[in-house]
C-alpha cells in the first residue's frame, strides 16, 4: 500500500536556528497536509497543499510541494521553544480517500 | 464552538476484557475518523463514520469495530484486549467526508496489562 516516508525521525536544534522536515512518497501524493503534535497533546492541523509546486507561508513556517507531488517539506526559520512537538505530513491516499500520516518528525529547541 | 471530546482520557483494563470508547465530533460536523498512535507505529487509521455509515476501514483486524449515531456521535470497540493494543486513540472531526481539514480529539490512553 501508499507509504509516506518521513525524515528526520528526530531534530534537535538550538533555539534560533532553521529546522526542516520533509515527507516523501514512491507514488504521486493527492494532498498534503501537515499537522503539529505538541507533547502531551494531540494532532493540529497546519495547512493542505494541492498544486504541484504549491508554496505556503505561516510566519516563520515554510510549506513546499514537489513538482512531480511526490514530496513536500516543512521549514521553520529561527525556531522558538514553543516550537518544540511533533510534525506530521498526511496524504488523502488510496481510494478510500483516509489520512495516511508518516511516522512524524520530532522537533525539540534548546534555549 | 466546542472542541472534540473524548472519554475517558485515561483507561486501564487487562487482557481479554473489551473497551468502549467515545467520540463526540464538533457539532456540525458529520465525518468521524479514529486513530491509533503507538510510539512504533506512529498516527495509523482505524475506520471513518459519515452519517451513521462506515465509510473506510484501515488494516486492523476485527477486533477493532465501531458506529455512529445520528447526532454524528461514535463510539470505538475493542473486544478481547491485547497488550498491544495500548495506545493513545484519537478522533477526529470533520465537515465533510475525507476532510480536509481534521480536527482531533485529546484522545484516550488505553493501557492493557
Known amino acids: 500500500g501508499q507509504q509516506v516516508m518521513q525524515i528526520p525521525q528526530y531534530q534537535h536544534v538550538q533555539e534560533g536556528e532553521d529546522f526542516t522536515t520533509y515527507c516523501n512518497s514512491s507514488?504521486?501524493?493527492?494532498?498534503i497536509q501537515w499537522y503539529k503534535q505538541r507533547p502531551g497533546g494531540h494532532p493540529v492541523f497546519l495547512i493542505q497543499?494541492?498544486?504541484?509546486?504549491e508554496v505556503k507561508k505561516q510566519k516563520r513556517l515554510t510549506f513546499q510541494f514537489g513538482e512531480a507531488k511526490k514530496n513536500s517539506s516543512l521549514h521553520i526559520t529561527a525556531t522558538q521553544t514553543t516550537d518544540v512537538g511533533t510534525y506530521f505530513c498526511?496524504?488523502?491516499?488510496?481510494?478510500?480517500?483516509?489520512?495516511?500520516f508518516g511516522k512524524g518528525t520530532k522537533l525539540s529547541v534548546k534555549p | 464552538k466546542a472542541g472534540v471530546t473524548q472519554t475517558p482520557r485515561y483507561l486501564i483494563k487487562t487482557r481479554g476484557q473489551q473497551v468502549t470508547l467515545s467520540c463526540s465530533p464538533i457539532?456540525?460536523?458529520?465525518?468521524v475518523s479514529w486513530y491509533q498512535q503507538t510510539p512504533g507505529q506512529g498516527l495509523q487509521f482505524l475506520f471513518e463514520?459519515?452519517?451513521?455509515?462506515?465509510?473506510n476501514k484501515g488494516n486492523f483486524p476485527g477486533r477493532f469495530s465501531g458506529r455512529q449515531f445520528s447526532n454524528s456521535r461514535s463510539e470505538m470497540n475493542v473486544s478481547t484486549l491485547e497488550l498491544g493494543d495500548s495506545a493513545l486513540y484519537l478522533c477526529?472531526?470533520?465537515?465533510?467526508?475525507?476532510?480536509?481539514?481534521?480536527?482531533f480529539g485529546p484522545g484516550t490512553r488505553l493501557t492493557v496489562l
Open positions: 477526529a472531526s470533520s465537515t465533510l467526508a475525507g476532510g480536509p481539514e481534521q480536527f
Open positions: 507514488t504521486t501524493l493527492s494532498n
Open positions: 497543499l494541492v498544486k504541484s509546486g
Open positions: 457539532s456540525g460536523h458529520r465525518s
Open positions: 498526511a496524504d488523502i491516499g488510496g481510494s478510500q480517500g483516509n489520512l495516511i
Open positions: 463514520y459519515f452519517s451513521e455509515t462506515q465509510r
